[in-house]
């Protein structure tokens, strides 16, 4: 389907330490955001834009229905990281300048029939709002916001992803034993999580679904290998456990127990999860 990048318009009151809000249009299908940050006379780099922009979330109001978050407080950082580097730097060398994508499809995903499900469908959406949090501003002055959209016929939210942060603090001992992270909603799977922290060295991660072990206690070079074959690009301080190498995600929609044991050689006193997870799975998009 053939998708346009139609400007919204600029992102209003960009200064230090502001939360800048805006609402985006709902007439058309998403398919991803592009965020063009801009210093006076050139596009912002991406380390401008890490340092002067702490995080970034969306929010979708369903009519007659709930706010769903499908980013929520996301750092800037972790954006180009996972959601761009991590699948695509494998293809290729880009140097990311002035834009930040932020994409709502995962084209490697086989486990959906329609190669277009996971795109917002906005025929049952009220409001669709970007919210930019500002760090210390010291270059950019203005942020583009543009859409990438198709003009197909207007479809129902239907199955998409949400990309959550979860903040842990890191208990005693080298062995931290996980059940809180996101299990047992009906009609959800995992595409997998990224564990990030910028100190301490994660030597291994164990993941049993119902007491069966899926992903073995691999250490980071093992587990390095696989994300290479699946055409995955490791970052540094990341450990990307990935459920989705193969076109597939986890149904965790119907676990019991969901466990995980990361294990620490040097443990830090804090660090977080990002989750990526579909929901509404079996949902019509038409």
Known sequence: MKTYLAKEADLSGIASDKLCTMEIGTKFNHHGLMLNFRAAAAASTEAEIIAEIDSISLTLKVKNGPNIRLFKDIPTHVLF???????ETSRSGYTYAGCLYIPFTREELGMLVDPNALVIGMANIEHYILHVQCGTIATIVSCGVLPEIDKGPARPLGE???FERWERAHATGDTENVTELPFGEPNTALLGYHIHHTVGTLDSVE???DGELVHDPLDPAQNNLLLHRARRTPVANYMHVDFNRKGSALPIGVAKSFRQKFNWSVAPTSYDVYTEMVHNLGAKNY
């Not at 990281?81 to 699948?87: A, F, P, W």
């Open 207 to 209: 993941v049993r679904f």
């Open 160 to 162: 998409h992803i949400r």
């Open 81 to 87: 990281d996972v959601l761009n580097k991590y699948r």
